[in-house]
């Protein structure tokens, strides 16, 4: 006999092929490749069981999910399409806590998948979003499948949005159930929303090991896991590692994880694999394409909706140009955030490297292209020198290259691209050269022409993740939020536009990014 375990993760409501950031694109993923591979892989199977698994993150991310979310206020057209496939197993994210708990909890309650998660509990001790644990019985074979979310989820969310909530380690808690699990079914399948810290072949650290992932530490601590499904890095992995098969199929269901484990008579595992099967070879599947087409047509109509103009270029050609340098996309997103929250000082990000910032004509597609994350804002007070100690983590972002020019640390790259972790200032007149140490590398930093002092106290707008320290900026925590807006980021700019229809390409000319060693040559 042989179980096969198919998983998808980090769909983010990527349902059909494209990213919206043209109309009517037909994009290499989507949901609706993944329904194929799925219906197939079960098809050829026969009569061996098949377990399968959405591992999370998939109610927010794309356009049309925010579109469900903040503009139509439905969310049937998602699950709908979810409930299109056979998944027996559902896993929280921690992107499910970005509309609230409530929202989150009304998803389950239209999902057929069961949801599992053992490790986020309320005040008294019980889970909140299903059950820990469920035991499937394929013909006499019994299979556990324990659910397991990042516990890292306070250090992104506003504390409103998790209140009641305790969030234990995914090891401590596949430690204490995985044993159990294994006296109810033969084999023990742990289906986690979250990744690896270590490297799978030396497990040499891979990251800073906050807790964030612990799929390396839960394969080394807790004996008796048969498979292991992973998410939440984003990265494309199959392979067996201390003795376990584990998959994590990538994002916007660009992969379909599948392990398969060949069992004896006596149910025990004598072979297993572990492959990701790539969708972009499969057509997406008719039946979901079509319930979607009608929300789809909504969707690309709101996107197209002209919400102001440019004057100059803020279009983004080069994304390393413009986090060395002050961009007006940048500059705009600045001015939004001080605008919105009355601050003369803002951080922000340039998420990642496919933003093209604006064309002459401002469209919801052109914000939630470039603006993906559905952040709110809060405004911090800082001193100097927890300022100069944001730089300095930004910095770390860079490294002198071998040819003596600037490139970006490799650790902001893989496993898992974290450009969202270097972060720009307005404001602030500050100058960045990577040719100085870790630590050192802020060789300007200027607030009103003076120099910054580090017992000086500053008010910081920024988005909410980094505001409860996210991306490991320890100096930024949320005892120190004085103020904030519950408004979605994205919202705030559609208001700022409104009041604000043209929007000329300038900035503060305020920073720079330097090789001291380039330029004494």
Not at 205 to 219: D, R, S, V, Y
Request: with cysteine; hydrophobic share 40%; charged share 20%.
């Amino acid at each position: 006999m042989k179980l096969t375990i198919l998983s998808t993760s980090d769909t983010h409501g990527y349902l059909l092929p494209t990213d919206y950031a043209s109309r009517d694109q037909v994009k290499p993923y989507g949901l609706s490749r993944a329904a194929t591979v799925i219906k197939q892989e079960q098809a050829a199977a026969g009569s061996d069981p098949v377990l399968v698994i959405e591992n999370g993150d998939f109610l927010q991310g794309s356009p049309l999910s925010y579109y469900l979310a903040k503009v139509s206020g439905d969310l049937t057209p998602l699950t709908t399409a979810y409930n299109q496939i056979d998944y027996q197993v559902g896993i929280v994210g921690n992107h499910e806590f970005n509309y609230g708990t409530d929202y989150l909890k009304k998803a389950i309650s239209q999902s057929q998948r069961h949801f599992l998660c053992a490790n986020i509990l309320d005040e008294a001790g019980q889970p909140v979003f299903g059950q820990p644990y469920e035991v499937f019985d394929f013909n006499g074979l019994k299979v556990a499948v324990l659910g397991l979310t990042t516990q890292y989820i306070p250090h992104w969310e506003a504390p409103e949005k998790i209140k009641g909530l305790v969030f234990q380690s995914a090891t401590a808690c596949a430690r204490i159930w995985v044993p159990k699990l294994h006296q109810l079914a033969d084999i023990v399948v742990v289906a986690y929303h979250g990744g690896f810290e270590r490297d799978l072949q030396t497990q040499a650290p891979t990251e800073a090991l906050t807790g964030e992932n612990e799929g390396a530490q839960m394969l080394q601590e807790v004996p008796g896991i048969d498979a292991l499904v992973t998410g939440h890095q984003h990265r494309e992995l199959a392979a067996i590692s201390q003795g376990v098969p584990v998959t994590q199929p990538g994002s916007k269901g660009t992969h379909v994880g599948k392990i398969v484990l060949t069992l004896n008579e006596q149910r025990q595992v004598t072979d297993q694999q572990a492959t990701l099967i790539k969708t972009a070879d499969f057509t997406p599947a008719a039946t979901m394409t079509k319930q979607l087409a009608a929300t789809n047509r909504l969707v690309e109509d709101w996107l197209d909706q002209a919400l102001g103009k440019t004057e100059g270029d803020l279009t983004i050609t080069d994304p390393m140009a413009v986090r060395l340098r002050p961009h007006p996309y940048i500059q705009f997103v600045q001015d939004v955030q001080r605008a919105a929250l009355h601050a003369d000082i803002s951080g922000t990000a340039l998420f990642n490297n496919d933003g093209r910032g604006f064309g002459p004509v401002i469209t919801f597609r052109s914000i939630l292209t470039n603006y993906i994350y559905p952040n709110t804002l809060a405004v911090e007070r800082i001193s100097g020198a927890d300022l100069k100690a944001a730089l300095e983590k930004s910095a770390t972002y860079f490294v002198p290259a071998t040819n003596e020019q600037i490139a970006v640390n490799q650790k902001f790259v893989t496993p898992k691209p974290q450009h969202y972790n270097y972060d720009m200032y307005a404001g602030i007149d500050y100058v960045i050269d990577v040719a100085q140490p870790v630590g050192q590398r802020i060789v300007k930093l200027q607030y009103q022409g003076q120099a910054v002092q580090p017992a000086q106290q500053f008010e910081v707008v920024m988005n909410q993740y980094r505001a409860v320290g996210g991306g490991n900026f320890k100096m930024f925590s949320a005892d120190k939020i004085i103020r904030e807006d519950t408004t979605d980021m994205t919202e705030l700019i559609a208001d700022y536009l409104r009041q604000h229809p043209v929007i000329k390409a300038t900035t503060e000319n305020n920073f720079k990014v330097i090789n001291s060693q380039l330029l004494e040559k």
